[in-house]
């Protein structure tokens, strides 16, 4: 389940409630920031998608990831996920994870500004 929390294009960031382990994704444009506020859980990422699915025009899905690194991670914890790169969240330790996620979008190809 995940609420909106900000939504000031081009940035969006959602608490996300999750009790059991969902799909793995990939977003083609955008790093993705994880900040955990309850609970512990592993976080996957690298490796490949395993039954790959396009969902839109910028993002991948898949039950799990093949061949990735597992990263515990506990209250407090910050992980950011390069744009293109496979990722899943799972719980672990019995209980439910609440994320803060916020999308992060390439920098325009003019960034930064000329002074």
Not at 2 to 28: D, M
Not at 86 to 114: D, E, R
Request: glycine share 10%; charged share 15%; proline share 11%.
């Amino acid at each position: 389940m995940a609420e909106p929390i900000l939504l000031l294009a081009p940035y969006r960031a959602q608490l996300e409630y999750r009790p059991g382990t969902g799909p793995a994704a990939v977003h083609e444009k955008d790093a993705e920031l994880f900040v955990v506020l309850q609970g512990t859980g592993n976080i996957v990422t690298g490796g490949k998608l395993v039954e790959e699915k396009r969902v839109n025009a910028n993002n991948l899905s898949g039950p799990s990831i093949a061949d990735g690194h597992s990263q515990a991670v506990v209250k407090g914890d910050m992980l950011i996920v390069p744009a293109n790169t496979p990722h899943q969240v799972i719980p672990t330790g019995g209980a439910p994870i609440v994320v803060m996620t916020m999308h992060v979008p390439h920098p325009a190809a003019n960034w930064p500004p000329a002074n």
